[in-house]
């Protein structure tokens, strides 16, 4: 639907994805740049880019922390998020892909799809976000478009639809020719805009024979484009273009452009095509969300009840930030809003319009835009905030669970409070953090999703908030299984304290649970069903008892870890005419899958990564020997522009002191990157050495 009297087609929200190192934040800093929003071009290496704002983002050279910007261009208004690439800060893209339209995926144009890009690409394919593909750093050396075409092709398996060619290669790619209009974008000199000609006389059979392909892949694709080809033999620029639209807006393919951003070569094409081909709040489906059990949905409309979701918190000293994705409907300055999941209102004190750190006062916010927010007190990352008379409950973005965990205590016993309110900020603002209290040691237990990311938040509690603290080694969250499980397991619940007592009986079969487990309710690696006949256990005690069996799997046998992989069926069980009751069966639930657990032969699981290490030719051997000695399994490697590109995968314990071990090995040329995969069985001496992860 493209209604072009609506100021909301010529918004677009985007986010840019990509491998860390990709160019991410470069492309970000561009676009600013050449939308006359920023006035200096941003360096990531110089530590002067609008996006990385946070200390440590400048100190490290890496995106921590997903920044949303504002920007203009060609009379369209460009909401854009620049999200961290690194695999520890995954749940701060799944967050901003859960408000976002459409992405740009960054890939490099020497390494092609790396692991982390593979990554980020599924988790846009989980949200349905459109999204066009820009090979970046066209420039360096060993630089191919059409091997990182093919790359993509075959690792992310779109349906790719070059619409550049380079004009060209390496050190001397100076522009591009634009297949969609056939003509030449040149960047000469250190230009910082392209310069419009011709295609060059060299290049001209070579694109001919391109826009020939491209033209084919649409016509295969896009019914009217098929029927302009088949009568006249070829596409106009025009339906060729409203095709690319169709697809990539139907997630039928992706058009791929090229450039390099650092040198400021194919931004202005890239931000055409974002407005060509990306859609608008109206080109999506209206959100849906529930009340009272009932689906609704909310249009993309300014007149529409307010409905909006909270995507990032930040937390500052001097008040809370909480940043929107409005859906529906309008925002004002002043206005009393309904937390759907706290269930009480809260004003909004102001409205502002962002640029990363920098934030500009807005009177109100409508259907499809993206703001921050000043004076809400409870919101959390995942609320929706609605009209108060016209209540509705968003999905929010899921949370991944944390996999490795550190204990930390303040260094002087007087600072204790303080640092459990600076634990509780980070939380607040990240929720893939978790803080607990070990119920043995009584120690302080930070989770998270890997050792960078409990690094950087430790790092934010000494320097934000001032504290000293000491910090534990890193431990990793285990799980348990069953290996082998027992058969009529019977448990007997009867408790008889005066007045009304406890009568529960269950039977119980406990197995493995394979993938392709049918029937029954299935959630979080278990399945629960009941094979009881003749109402031996009604229908009531029955969901009692799955609920107790789910307490039960908090804690497994082994070492006090969740419990994961099983199946149990309720195959029988007895009830008292008065003794019986919700309570009961719940207690028996709980306590028969406990001891159940206990008979049956338990797996410890341990979280497994794949790693990929980039390594000159000459430190392969050593290298592979290294990640032997650390239980890792080799399952490739591969030549790309003169380096060893080594796969494995690793049980995240071993990696650890990876990076310092990898760069003194190779003299400091060596990299790594590593994306958690699942779960394998631990060896033996694991078990008994595995800290409780609860």
Known sequence: MRNHTNPLTTVRNLGILAHVDAGKTTVTERILYTTGTTHKRGEVHDGTTVTD???????????????????????????????????????????????????VAVF??????????????????RHGVPRIAFVNKMDRAGADLDSAVASIRERLHPVPLVVQLPIGAEDGFTGVVDLVRMRALVWAGGAETAEEGPVPDALREEAAHRRRLLEEAVAERHPAALEEFCDREA?????????????????????????????????????????SYLPSPLDVPPVQGTHDGTEQERPADPAAPMAALAFKVNATPTGRLTYLRVYSGTIEKGDTVWDAGTRR??????????????????????????????????????????APGAPLVLEPPGVAEPVVHVAVEARRSTDTDRLASALARLTEEDPSLAVRTD???????????????????MERVRGEHGLEVA?????????????????????????????????????LDVEPWEEDAE??????????????????????????????????????????????????????????????????????????????????????????????VTVPEDAVGGVLGDLAARRGRVTGSDTRAGAAVVSATVPLAELFGYATRLRSRTQGRGTFTARPTGYAPAPTAAAVTATPAR
């Not at 690696?525 to 229908?539: E, I, K, T, Y």
């Open 471 to 507: 910090v534990g080694r890193p431990g990793v969250a285990y799980r348990e299984t069953v290996g082998e499980g027992v058969t009529g397991f019977v448990h007997r619940h009867v408790k008889q304290d005066g007045g009304a007592g406890q009568f529960a009986h269950v039977v």
């Open 235 to 275: 596409l106009t620029a025009v339906t060729l273009a409203d095709a690319l639209r169709d697809l990539t807006r139907g997630g039928d393919g992706v058009v791929v452009l090229c450039g390099s951003a650092y040198r400021n070569r194919g931004v202005e094409p890239l931000l055409d095509a974002v407005v």
């Open 519 to 612: 029937v029954g309710s299935r959630e979080g690696g278990f399945v629960f069903r009941s094979a009881v006949v003749g109402g031996r256990v009604p229908q009531e005690f029955v969901r009692a008892v799955e609920a107790g069996c789910r307490d039960a799997l908090a804690e497994g046998p082994l070492g006090g870890h969740p419990v994961t992989g099983l199946r149990v069926t309720l195959t029988d069980g007895q009830t008292h005419v008065r003794d019986s009751s919700d309570t009961a069966f719940r207690t028996a639930g709980r306590l028969g899958l406990r001891d159940a657990l206990r008979a049956s032969k338990m797996i410890l699981l341990e979280p497994v990564v794949e790693v990929t």
């Open 345 to 386: 209102t809260e004003r909004v004190g102001r409205l502002l319009r962002v640029r990363a750190d920098r934030h500009d006062p807005l009177e109100r916010a409508v259907a499809g835009d993206i703001v921050a927010v000043v004076g809400l007190k409870s919101a959390r990352a995942g609320s929706t905030l609605c």
């Open 439 to 457: 119920p043995e040691t009584g120690q302080t237990v930070l989770s998270g999703m890997g050792e960078l990311h409990l690094e950087v938040a």
């Open 108 to 125: 490099d144009a020497v390494a092609g799809v790396e692991p982390q890009s593979e990554s980020v690409w599924r988790q846009a394919d």
């Open 53 to 103: 704002f946070d200390p440590q983002e400048r100190d490290r050279g890496i995106t921590i922390f997903a920044a949303a910007v504002s920007c203009s261009w060609g009379g369209h208004r460009i909401n854009l998020i620049d999200t961290p690439g690194h695999v520890d800060f995954a749940d701060e893209v799944e967050r901003s892909l859960r408000v976002l339209d459409g992405a």
